[in-house]
């Protein structure tokens, strides 16, 4: 069974900064993709930034030059700075995983962890 859970969220000013950091364990024969997406009340599920198969990074244009995505083997991360109030929201980590019995990529999605981005 594969597990992803992710840490790091919590209140901040605007203009402070914040890193996430999700793990993602079990029976892993390989893992390709990784993101982060954000669930803000009211509005759908979007993407902030995530790794392709092939390890190319891209980002939300409202993440970009203020937020970095990065992997060390099973554990992505996701450096925010100059957060701004409309960053708010649940991030959820997301990963494409080969794991038995099922030799394709399937797509695993943790619980998320709550940012809050308020004066």
């Known amino acids: 069974q594969v597990q992803l859970v992710e840490s790091g969220g919590g209140f901040m000013q605007p203009g402070g900064s914040l890193k996430l950091s999700c793990v993602v364990s079990g029976n892993i024969l390989g893992i390709g993709g990784m993101g982060w997406y954000r669930q803000a009340p009211g509005k759908q599920r979007e993407l902030v930034a995530a790794?392709?198969?092939?390890?190319y990074a891209d980002y939300a244009e409202s993440a970009k030059g203020r937020f970095t995505i990065s992997r060390d083997k099973n554990t992505l991360y996701l450096q925010m700075n100059s957060l701004k109030p409309e960053d708010t929201g649940v991030y959820v980590c997301?990963?494409?995983?080969?794991?038995?019995?099922?030799?394709?990529?399937?797509?695993?999605w943790g619980q998320g962890t709550q940012v809050t981005v308020s004066p």
């Open positions: 790794f392709t198969r092939v390890g």
């Open positions: 997301c990963a494409d995983v080969r794991s038995p019995p099922v030799m394709g990529f399937v797509k695993y």
